[in-house]
């Protein structure tokens, strides 16, 4: 069992940039990929990044891709969402994730309850 609560949101002016953190609790958090999803009203849940159980390997929507970065440390049980250059399309509630290295929310077993952001013009 993994629990998720994610931080960091807010109201930010395009160009702007936001970190999300995504605090873990359970004995299996290092065994899981993480990713972090978004959703916007109105519209079906959609994958932002992942990360590897190690941090070696990532992955990223193409949306985002050059202007997100995700990281974890294992550590601490922490994931991060390192938002840059962000645009008035990347507001959404965003949600962090445990499950398989893939980009498919239905996949994901643990969910935080999100955090939103909002990026105004």
């Known amino acids: 069992q993994v629990q998720l609560v994610e931080s960091g949101g807010g109201l930010v002016q395009a160009g702007g940039s936001l970190r999300l953190s995504c605090a873990a609790s359970?004995?299996?958090?290092?065994?899981?990929?993480m990713g972090w999803f978004r959703q916007a009203p109105g519209k079906e849940r959609e994958f932002v990044a992942v990360i590897s159980w190690s941090g070696a390997n990532t992955y990223y929507a193409d949306s985002v891709k050059g202007r997100f970065t995700i990281s974890r440390d294992n550590a601490k049980n922490m994931v991060y969402l390192q938002m840059n250059d962000l645009k008035p399309e990347d507001t959404a509630d965003y949600y962090c994730?445990?499950?398989?290295?893939?980009?498919?929310?239905?996949?994901?077993?643990?969910w935080g309850r999100g955090t939103q952001v909002t990026v105004s013009s």
């Open positions: 994730a445990a499950g398989p290295y893939y980009n498919n929310y239905r996949e994901y077993d643990y």
């Open positions: 359970g004995p299996t958090f290092s065994s899981y990929a």
